[in-house]
């Protein structure tokens, strides 16, 4: 049996902000873009463009899109020749010798937009291909907020969609490694019973700030009790929860609720069972739903 492969997705919004607009509109839109895959280039020697954009079912378009981004470096027009032993700074070694429609160190990332829900979901790393999520809005914006888009369009706004990191969203975890809370008096007009104690404890103790950590044994992870699940959820209303956890790679991430990430899906799957071309398109709409319903 194969070994199961990962790859993770990232969500970008985007939004036309004008009167009348309709799925229809985000069609069109896309429409647009298929009719020319223009590349651009960006930070460090990368050329990024869409290409192979098509219906998801040809007889309803508003079901989506598929493609795929595509991005390759751009050679140096740094050059030395040391047979002349000098300098070729000003002679583009690129045009003069290499083809144009040879790209270097070429990576494909999948890509697929609904327009019901306004959402572009792509994938960014594999066992084999990776691509910064700031990278892909970059080119994302540069794509899509031009003149010509907006005269068509109206205003478009291009996001990247944060992970929303509730209280339930932690304690659910199943590989929690660490978890440190810290959260100043908790006053509310309607107070629990556990908010009433740790109030009084903190008067009494002329306690200001509240801070509990939680450390996992070597090879093991947290197995929260229900009043560290209700002090959790008091640390995400009156102040912060950092924590640490092994990801579906096995790769301890760190985070906190005082800081924004961008949204990452992991999917694990068998790749003799299932094409990454069908896993994004099925997967997919999954992640736009529950964001939408979040």
Wanted: net charge negative; charged share 30%.
């Amino acid at each position: 049996m194969a070994r199961k492969r990962t790859v993770n997705y990232a969500v970008v919004d985007i939004k036309l902000l004008r009167e009348g607009v309709t799925p229809e509109t985000y069609v069109a839109l896309f429409e647009e873009l298929q009719k020319n895959y223009r590349e651009i280039p960006l930070t460090r020697n990368n050329y990024l463009k869409l290409r192979s954009i098509k219906p998801i079912n040809e007889s309803n378009l508003v079901n989506g899109f598929t493609g795929e981004v595509f991005r390759c470096n751009g050679l140096t027009s740094d050059w030395y020749d040391e047979d002349k032993e000098e300098r070729h700074k000003n002679q583009n070694v690129g045009e003069n010798y290499i083809p144009a429609n040879l790209k270097a160190n070429p990576r494909f990332f999948k890509f697929v937009f609904y327009p019901l829900h306004q959402k572009l979901v792509c994938e960014v790393k594999d066992p084999e291909n990776e691509i910064s999520i700031g990278i892909l809005e970059e080119f994302l914006k540069s794509l899509l907020i031009t003149e010509k888009l907006h005269t068509k369009f109206g205003r478009i706004v291009v996001s990247v969609v944060p992970e929303l990191i509730t209280a339930e969203k932690i304690t659910q975890c199943k590989k929690l490694k660490k978890v440190q809370l810290s959260f100043n008096r908790p006053y509310s007009d309607h107070p629990t019973d556990l908010e009433k104690q740790i109030l009084s404890e903190m008067i009494d103790q002329n306690v200001e700030v509240f801070v509990q950590t939680y450390i996992a044994g070597k090879n093991e992870f947290l197995s929260l009790n229900q009043k560290v699940k209700d002090l959790i959820q008091l640390a995400t209303n009156y102040g912060v929860v950092e924590y640490k956890l092994e990801n579906e790679e096995e790769l301890i991430e760190e985070k906190s609720t005082a800081e924004s990430y961008p949204l990452i899906e992991r999917v694990q799957y068998d790749p003799d069972e299932t094409d990454q071309y069908y896993l994004i398109q099925a997967k997919g709409l999954e992640i736009v739903r529950d964001i939408d319903n979040e």
